[in-house]
């Protein structure tokens, strides 16, 4: 490029093209449908607050509300989130859709799905969105979206059948609202969280139950209202490392810290991965099998003391038993770092045998679930445990949600 190309200015069509091939190359878009609606709506006018290559970031949330602690509660989710999530909602022309959580410019993009003949709605549990996300779909052309305030977890029977409901914040259950409002053969998008791990799922309704159909790795700002239900944080080693507890799990958080002050035994269990490789199906498959599966959680300053060996934002998949755990760990396999092993690194009386259990569970998804996808199915509480299928139960307020391998 010489410099007389490079200093023209960037126009937004070119933005989006661009954005457009980022988003097929990642694979957040397959569909011709997904693709021409996110041509059509100009996103930067959603984020007036951002530059227009923020605005136009594949994988950059704009951060719009933040709390009085300085954490996110509001954003425009990032475009590649948006894409793959509407691609597992198969949005036709003509449907009712509801979006849990608003920002207006997806709100746009399930328009232009739905087309002239169908609905949207999009609800916010926050009188600032909702004012805001009005104000933006208007201002882009889409006065034609119902922007409501309400509580997630009541839905919005106003505008109820819906044959697909979207939610953009992240749930820990599935309220009876949803499934009351959803029409037969509905499918809800939703990125849920089960035992510390959130993965946004596509449920098609089966009867009274939900059964998955294909999942993936995202992160939302958390849920608030009467569904709030956040993660709970214990502290091993003053404010650097912690276990992050989900459901109803429960640790002995005085002998884990004292395991975590005694010396750590390491094992490797021989299988490997490449540098770009994900490991999250790894973890989804530790969540099912180990019986306490917790997060570990640790500041990069914790692992450059050696305190521990990992400082993953998202946290490490562990296995606790009683005043022992192992947490999941990787070396490096050549200079390169193009390949790594995966071990364990067991600390407490009983180090050596919880670390050689997560070994074992590592070689068993290596050996017969590597190429696995998870199912998850939700049950309505109280359902009896032989309806359910062989896997992981966790127990919600509303639901029962299983997991289970092929
Ligand atoms: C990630 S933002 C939504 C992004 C948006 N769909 C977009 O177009 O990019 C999540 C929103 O969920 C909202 N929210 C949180 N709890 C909620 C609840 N119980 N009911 C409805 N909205 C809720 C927050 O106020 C926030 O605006």
Partial sequence: MNNEQAQQPVTETQLRESLIEQLRELDAIRTEAVEKAIRTVPRHLFAPEATLSQA??????????????????SSVSAARIQAFMLEQAEIQPGMRVLEIGSGGVNAAYIAELVG?????TTIDIDPDVVERAERLLANAGYERVNAVLADGEEGEPKHAPYDRIIVTVGAWDIPRAWTDQL???????????????????AFEREGDRFVSQNYELCGFVPMQGAGENRVRLVLLHGED???RLD??????????????????????????????ESWDQLDL?????????????AKPAARDQGIVTTASPM????????????????????????????GAMGHGPAAKEVADRLVEQIRIWDRDHRADQARFEVYPAGTPDDRLPAGRVVDKRHTRVTISWP
């Fill in 56 to 73: 136009y970031a594949a994988e950059e949330a704009v951060i719009t509300k933040k709390d009085e602690n300085g954490i996110a509660v």
């Fill in 116 to 120: 002239e003949e169908g609905e949207v």
């Fill in 183 to 201: 029409a037969e053969g509905g499918r809800i998008v939703v990125p849920l969280r089960t035992r510390g791990l959130t993965r946004s799922i």
């Fill in 241 to 243: 490392v912690g276990l």
């Fill in 247 to 276: 459901d109803t799990q429960q640790v002995d958080a005085e002998r884990l810290r004292t395991a975590l002050s005694e010396p750590r035994v390491e094992a490797w269990s021989g299988v490997t991965i490449g540098g770009f």
């Fill in 285 to 297: 498959w530790l969540a099912t099998v180990l019986p306490e599966f917790v997060l570990l959680t």
């Fill in 315 to 342: 946290g490490t998949a562990t296995l606790v038993d009683g005043g022992s755990f192992a947490y999941r760990a990787l070396r490096p396999l050549d200079d390169g770092r193009t390949r790594f092993e995966f």
